[in-house]
Nanobody, 118 residues
Framework: QVQLQESGPGLVKPSQTLSLTCTVS??????????WNWIRQPPGKELEGIGR???????TYSPSLKSRTSISRDTPKNQFTLQLTSVTPEDTAVYYC??????????WGQGTQVTVSS
């Protein structure tokens, strides 16, 4: 059974870079039947996809966040990371990592609150 766990700072100052890591167990992030995703939910708003990394290592980003987003991976550690630059208070959200299979099934991490504030 796959498990995902987000980790990283809960508080980031405006204009700085938000960095989160997702540690995966029970599956390999190089598997060819799933992608590894970052998703967030701002307070009072719907879930928003940020981007994903595929088994090949290629990445896909939300157009609205693409200029500020980078997703990478550390295959020996079975981790993938999110970096979001130049954050503002509007980036305050619960951030989730998730595995999405080819069939469209989601497995979620528990989520981590990130607040952007000085």
């Amino acid at each position: 059974q796959v498990q995902l766990q987000e980790s990283g700072p809960g508080l980031v100052k405006p204009s700085q870079t938000l960095s989160l890591t997702c540690t995966v167990s029970g599956d390999s992030i190089t598997t060819n039947y799933a992608s590894w995703n970052w998703i967030r939910q701002p307070p009072g708003k719907e879930l928003e996809g940020i981007g994903r990394i595929h088994n090949s290592g290629t990445t896909t980003y939300s157009p609205s966040l693409k200029s500020r987003t980078s997703i990478s991976r550390d295959t020996p550690k079975n981790q993938f990371t999110l970096q979001l630059t130049s954050v503002t208070p509007e980036d305050t959200a619960v951030y989730y990592c998730a595995r999405v299979t080819r069939e469209g099934d989601f497995d979620w991490g528990q989520g981590t609150q990130v607040t952007v504030s000085s």
